[in-house]
């Protein structure tokens, strides 16, 4: 039976869209071409906040804080447990420089009507005990968690596929074409599929794949970020200890600790690369000494969507009203997938969104 929307890619924003779309009553085919997560998804910390370590852009919050608790609320419809753990964010300020750089945060964080708290080096220690002498400054957001990031894909899935979505994974869309301003096939390793909508949202390869079929310049760009992940051990912090050289540290829900992760502009080069590894390990013993002591069991990388311009993309393409891009949230897609999915669902069933979204559509690259 031909699907209503087709959802290129199985990650986590892939997976958001399809669980909104089969709610409203859209016959759903996602086609993934490896598995699902395989993508940034798969290798992501999954921290979930209101407003993020480099704030959060005007155009973004309201989609901000009605994904933080659209994903507390879909988790309980999921067979399997989301594994969130709700301990808040820890900004943690290691020089002075840095201890000066959280007040405009707090600021900004208590705007938001969040009751942050900012501490000096004895109650940051006091606080999360797990914290080295080197602290100088740290700052409490309590709205944020973490999950399990294959658990929330799969959950989105689940329950899209109990109302009807179909997935096939192992299919590689190789080209979209159109015809009269519409999308007319989804042209694929394993043939060609038809659909009334066809979303793109094939995370850092949603470029790519747009402007080899259309000529479209869509730029969206990988941004590696590396990680270690230790063995597990006892429950010790619930907290995500954030500094503000973009290095973060959380235990999951298993016990181990997820270290990363930087940001690197090389473009799909899937290496660990010895001066990062080093980099991480040495400021981590300083700044969680503990660390230190633990054994490291992996070591993986992901290619984060990142578009120019630090916005997603979501919306229609110009002059292609069913083909639409749901792609590029950069740092924070866990955070925004449940927004996106369901203002993708609102764009494709009811012609308009809850939210102003023009400042994320695709034709903003085709009048610069
Ligand atoms: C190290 C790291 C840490 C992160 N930490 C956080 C965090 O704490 N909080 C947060 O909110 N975000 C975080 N992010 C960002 C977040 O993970 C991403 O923004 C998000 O996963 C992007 O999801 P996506 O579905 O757009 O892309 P992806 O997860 O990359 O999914 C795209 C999918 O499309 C498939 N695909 C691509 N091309 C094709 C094709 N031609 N045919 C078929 N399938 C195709 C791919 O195989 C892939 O599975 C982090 C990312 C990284 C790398």
Known sequence: MQPDVIIIGGGVIGAACAYFLAGRGVK????????????????????????????????????????????????????????????????????????DEIRPFYEEIRQMGIDCKLMNPDEARQFEPLLGPAIRAALYNPACYHVNPFRLVQGYLDVAMRQGARIECGVEVREITTSNGRVEQVVT????????????????????????????????????????????????????IMFLNHLYVRQTASGNFYLGSHTEFVGFENRITLEKITAFTQFFTRAVPMLGRLRALRF?????????????????????????????????????????????????????????MEAFSPGRFAQG
Request: charged share 20%.
């Open 28 to 99: 759903v085919l996602v086609l993934e071409r490896s598995h699902l997560g395989a993508g940034a998804s798969g290798t992501t910390a999954a921290i979930v906040s209101i407003s993020g370590s480099s704030g959060t852009p005007e155009a973004l919050r309201p989609l901000n804080v009605e994904g933080y608790h659209l994903i507390l609320k879909i988790a309980q419809e999921f067979d399997r447990s989301l594994e969130i753990i709700h301990g808040g964010m820890l900004y943690a300020a290691m020089n002075d420089r840095e201890a």
């Open 189 to 240: 390793d394993k043939g060609a599929y038809q659909a009334d909508w066809v979303v793109v949202a094939g995370g850092a390869h949603t470029s790519g794949l747009l402007s080899s079929s259309l000529g479209l310049r869509i730029p969206i760009v990988p941004a590696r970020g590396q990680v270690i992940l230790t063995e597990a051990c006892r429950r010790m912090t619930e907290h995500v």
């Open 300 to 356: 993986f990388a992901g290619f984060r969507p990142v578009c120019d311009d630090n916005l997603p993309v979501i919306g229609p393409v110009p002059g292609c009203p069913n083909l639409l891009v749901a792609s590029g949230h950069g740092r924070a897609g866990m955070r925004f997938s449940a927004s996106t999915g369901k203002s993708v669902s609102e764009m494709i069933v009811d012609g308009r969104t809850e939210h102003p």
